[in-house]
């Protein structure tokens, strides 16, 4: 099993591009979710999925928009690319293990815009 | 809403030396609690977890307890290694259906030989 996958790696943006940032597991997990990390600060929530075609937003949805088609792709959009938006971008998805829920992550992509 | 505080970094040891990352928590009903780490470069990386009072989660040395009477979640272990270097995540799941991960801010830890 390859888990996580995420591309790009690394991106640069210029203010006002878009770009989707991709995502794929092969462990058939259900949930899959998007963090973002900036630097000195734990991740926090941008949006998750509980199923192909269920999408909802997390703690810091603004500027981005996702969508589930399928069980093991769930792709983050940025629309208009902001330098608030710099930041490294982490994908999930959850096994479940009895009533203990892990989550495993990508490697992720890190995107400078400027 | 739910929140994870753990210590400020960064914390820097010499190996073979004790290590405790504090980490104490704020949620209503009964969350599982996990330890992640990150290496440099890499993503997360699940070390342990526990998901009642008093459970202790154990994984490659490091141990963490549960303890609901002080809300804390708190990373040891006995003998650092150099190889141990890497930024640690406390972490909490609400018992919601999507059972979301709430993270504190993480402690960098740099183990010297």
């Known amino acids: 099993n390859a888990g996580v996958t995420q591309t790009p790696k690394f991106r640069i943006l210029k203010i006002g591009q878009s770009m989707t940032l991709q995502c794929t597991q092969d462990?058939?997990?259900?949930?899959m979710y998007w963090y973002r990390q900036d630097p000195g600060m734990g991740l926090k929530l941008i949006y998750y999925s509980v199923g192909a075609g269920i999408t909802d937003k997390g703690e810091v949805p603004n500027g981005y928009n996702v969508s589930r088609s399928t069980t093991e792709d769930f792709p983050l959009r940025l629309e208009l690319a902001a330098p608030s938006q710099t930041s490294v971008y982490f994908c999930?998805?959850?096994?479940?293990?009895?009533?203990?829920?892990?989550?495993?992550f990508g490697p992720g992509t890190r995107l400078t815009v400027t | 809403g739910d929140s994870v505080t753990q210590m400020e970094g960064p914390v820097t040891l010499s190996e073979e030396a004790f290590l405790t990352i504090n980490c104490t928590y704020t949620a209503t009903g009964y969350p599982s609690l996990f330890w992640y780490v990150q290496y440099p470069g890499e993503g997360l990386q699940l070390l342990l977890k526990a998901t009642k009072a008093d459970d202790k989660g154990s994984n490659k040395g490091f141990e963490a307890t549960y303890r609901k009477e002080t809300t804390s979640f708190h990373l040891e272990k006995g003998s650092v290694q150099v190889s141990d270097s890497a930024v640690y995540f406390c972490?909490?799941?609400?018992?919601?259906?999507?059972?979301?991960?709430?993270f504190g801010k993480g402690t960098k830890l740099t183990v010297n030989p």
């Open positions: 972490a909490l799941s609400d018992e919601g259906g999507s059972e979301k991960l709430v």
């Open positions: 462990m058939n997990h259900n949930y």
């Open positions: 999930a998805s959850r096994r479940e293990t009895g009533t203990s829920y892990e989550q495993y």
